[in-house]
């Protein structure tokens, strides 16, 4: 029972910034690890970046040395800092929770690098 919410979402240029917010609630104890994948319109889901609570952290290959997570464990929130912005990166962002029970998802902000 873990409820996701994200934010910061929009439209930017090719080679700007942009960071997403996501704050998660409820059994937040039960929370092992945070973060966020993506989804464009007819393609699949795919892992953008994860943290654990340890701070092991997992980024997809497309967005090596451009995106970062920013966790704090204490609020339970993860925020991704988009920078350098390519058109492939758009797409529908999905925060997620992995849990004890079960893993979670957030709805979703639209991000659309475009000039």
């Known amino acids: 029972q873990v409820k996701l919410v994200e934010s910061g979402g929009g439209l930017v240029q090719p080679g700007g910034s942009l960071r997403l917010s996501c704050q998660a609630s409820?059994?937040?104890?039960?929370?092992?690890?945070l973060g966020w994948y993506r989804q464009a319109p007819g393609k699949e889901r795919e892992l953008v970046a994860t943290?654990?609570?340890?701070?092991?952290?997992d980024y997809g290959e497309s967005v090596k040395g451009r995106f970062s997570l920013f966790r704090d464990n204490a609020k339970s929130t993860v925020d991704l800092q988009m920078h350098s912005l390519k058109p492939e990166d758009t797409a529908v962002y999905y925060c997620?929770?992995?849990?004890?029970?079960?893993?979670?998802w957030g709805q979703g902000t639209q991000v659309t690098v475009s000039s």
């Open positions: 409820g059994s937040v104890r039960t929370i092992s690890g």
């Open positions: 997620f929770a992995r849990a004890l029970l079960d893993n979670y």
């Open positions: 943290i654990t609570f340890g701070g092991a952290e």
